[in-house]
């Protein structure tokens, strides 16, 4: 299995670590050239999503990628990848892929929560490690999402076709079971689009 990593800026390594474990070949992706490998998946790293917006539609990665997502590429996206799936930002008038049906608020847990930790199921899996930085929330899902992961009445997790969208980072941990379920699940069980 052949997993490309977006590698523009923030927890990329994290996640190249993670697969490579699972028995994957990685690659990084950080200019056009990048695109010619095949990919089996495409994973979006958490970090700060205006920046990797910015490089994205500087080095000219933006408008293949959407492209290849819309066609059913497989995507896991943590935290600020979350953020450039999703159609509408709630406090921001730009959108970066948009494939995603959903509306995100960027940084919805306020000051007081602004980082935390906790274990929670995600897809039936209990006590999955999950870390919030900063992290964004779902207001408004498509119908038919299915929901993966909640924590205090709040979604945290959701499938979408071949698109899982976190706002949480499993990565940081070495309990690898949210990215493992992401390839036998849908990566092994593409569907078409
Ligand atoms: N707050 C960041 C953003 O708006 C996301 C934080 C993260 O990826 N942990 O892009």
Redesign the pocket.
């Known amino acids: 299995m052949n997993i490309a990593i977006l590698a523009l800026q923030?927890d990329f390594a994290e996640h190249e670590a993670v697969f490579r474990a699972l028995g994957c070949d990685t690659f990084q992706i950080r200019q056009k050239n990048d695109l010619q490998l095949h990919a089996d998946a495409l994973i979006l790293p958490?970090?700060?999503?205006?920046v990797q917006g910015k490089l994205l539609r500087e080095l000219e990665l933006m408008e293949i990628l959407r492209e290849r997502i819309g066609n059913g590429l497989p995507v896991m996206a943590?935290?600020?990848g979350t953020?450039l799936l999703a159609r509408q930002l709630l406090d921001d008038p730009v959108s970066h892929f948009g494939t995603l049906n959903a509306v995100v608020r960027?940084?919805a847990y306020g000051r007081q929560l602004d980082s935390f930790f906790i274990h929670g199921s995600f897809a039936g899996l209990p006590d999955v490690p999950m870390s919030f930085?900063?992290?964004?929330q779902f207001e408004f899902c498509a119908p038919g999402t299915e929901v993966l992961a909640e924590y205090q009445g709040r979604i945290t997790a959701v499938r979408q076709g071949n698109q899982l969208a976190m706002t949480f980072?499993p990565e940081l941990y070495s309990d690898h079971r949210v990215a493992s379920w992401f390839l036998s699940e849908i990566v092994q069980k593409k569907r078409p689009v």
Not at 46 to 50: A, I, K, L, W, Y
Not at 133 to 136: D, L, T
């Open positions: 923030g958490g970090g700060e999503s205006t943590t935290c600020a953020i960027r940084n930085i900063r992290a964004p980072h």
